[in-house]
């Protein structure tokens, strides 16, 4: 296991600025190939998410690095149009996708209640103790330095209050560490060119690869102030949920 403390760009990460315009290209692209990358399996895993934040009807959530909005419309859903969302991303672009869907009315019900907001997530425009969860789908393995990102979840977010984490992990053994070198490895960069964004697409697995193992990001989440941290490994190993109480 690697040291949990260390502060500071992951290797391999991209510059902020990078990573920020690379999202902005391929925003009209992303749900169409997310949904082609994991057969529609993408919508499954954001429900488990919201179970795992054990939201009820009123509650007050933040969902960071929303992207296109799907798991922010997920929670809306759960806390009901008592309760509210504010969903964060760096894209504006994604932001600009994310709102048509709720304004269209194709996110289901209660979508319209989500306020989308342009937010960096190292440094949140929000108060401590401001939610009564949080969560992150696909997005902490795009944190220029993950130990901050992990800490402002952490503060914003009420004692006693969950944060969800559901991310891509890469599966150590066969078969499917195979297939996934197989698939994302040579597969994926091939779907990025044929959507016109080669390099975003080559990013995708390597942005994975490099990214702390479950274990290690139950470490870095105990670092900086999670407790009751448990993670669930589901579709073969390749997708990690993880969850932890802010503590009291």
């Given at each position: 296991m690697t040291d949990p403390t260390p502060d500071g760009p992951a290797s391999?990460?991209?510059?902020?600025?990078?990573?920020?315009?690379?999202?902005d290209r391929i925003a009209g692209v992303y749900d169409r190939l997310n949904s082609v990358m994991t057969a529609g399996l993408h919508h499954r895993w954001r429900e488990r998410a919201v179970a795992l934040a054990q939201l009820t009807p009123g509650d007050h959530v933040l969902d960071v690095a929303t992207g296109t909005g799907d798991?922010?419309?997920?929670?809306a859903r759960a806390v009901g149009p008592e309760g509210s969302v504010v969903a964060a991303d760096f894209s504006?672009?994604?932001?600009?996708?994310?709102?048509?869907?709720?304004?269209?009315?194709?996110?289901?019900?209660?979508a319209g209640s989500v306020r989308f907001e342009q937010a960096n997530a190292l440094l949140l425009p929000h108060a401590a103790?401001?939610?009564?969860?949080?969560?992150?789908?696909?997005?902490?393995?795009?944190?220029?330095?993950?130990?901050?990102?992990?800490?402002e979840l952490a503060r914003v977010v009420k004692p006693g209050g969950r944060v969800v984490?559901?991310?891509?992990?890469?599966?150590?053994?066969?078969?499917?560490?195979?297939?996934?070198?197989?698939?994302?490895?040579?597969?994926?960069?091939?779907?990025?060119?044929?959507?016109?964004?080669?390099?975003?697409?080559t990013y995708l697995p390597s942005s994975v690869r490099r990214f702390p193992g479950p274990e290690d990001l139950a470490a870095r989440m105990s670092a900086v102030g999670f407790g009751d941290i448990r993670y669930v490994l589901t579709a073969g190993g390749i997708i990690a949920l993880h969850v932890g109480t802010v503590k009291v």
């Open positions: 391999g990460t991209l510059p902020e600025p990078q990573v920020r315009a690379m999202f798991l922010a419309f997920e929670l504006e672009q994604m932001l600009a996708i994310a709102r048509r869907k709720a304004d269209a009315g194709t996110a289901g019900a209660g103790n401001e939610f009564d969860a949080a969560t992150v789908g696909f997005g902490v393995r795009n944190f220029s330095d993950l130990n901050q990102g992990l800490r984490i559901l991310e891509m992990t890469a599966p150590r053994r066969p078969p499917l560490s195979t297939f996934f070198g197989l698939w994302f490895d040579r597969a994926v960069p091939v779907l990025g060119r044929l959507a016109g964004d080669a390099d975003a697409y």
